[in-house]
């Protein structure tokens, strides 16, 4: 069965710093596209941050760079989202998905999808 489970949200203060994981099983992730999006109270979901294995390119959303941060460990079947420097406008659910195969747009096309870890900056 194909899964993607995250982990890691939480409450934390502005200027705080969380780790979320996403862990894949079913399928191996080392030849998939990688991304986490995030959801706010009343908005649409969002691309943050996208890894594409074809070139090994990331992308980030403007709103993050320099703060967040993706990475894979292709041992553990598992992709991370370092936040640091975290504000009360980064409040959201945060979901990871994964795609076979290369599109134009590095968040289109997600093939699988977690049900998301909710992440609240708050102080």
């Known amino acids: 069965q194909v899964q993607l489970v995250e982990s890691g949200g939480g409450l934390v203060q502005p200027g705080g710093s969380l780790r979320l994981s996403c862990a894949a099983s079913?399928?191996?992730?080392?030849?998939?596209?990688l991304a986490w999006f995030r959801q706010a109270p009343g908005k649409e979901r969002k691309g943050v941050s996208c890894?594409?294995?074809?070139?090994?390119?990331?992308y980030y959303a403007d709103d993050v760079k320099g703060r967040f941060t993706i990475s894979k460990d292709n041992a553990e079947n598992t992709v991370y989202l370092q936040m640091n420097s975290l504000k009360p406008e980064d409040t959201a659910v945060y979901f990871c998905?994964?795609?076979?195969?290369?599109?134009?747009?590095?968040?289109?096309?997600?093939?699988?999808w977690g049900k998301g870890t909710l992440v609240t900056v708050s102080g």
């Open positions: 998905a994964a795609r076979l195969g290369w599109k134009w747009n590095c968040y289109h096309g997600m093939d699988y």
């Open positions: 890894y594409s294995p074809r070139d090994g390119s990331i």
């Open positions: 079913g399928f191996t992730l080392d030849v998939y596209a």
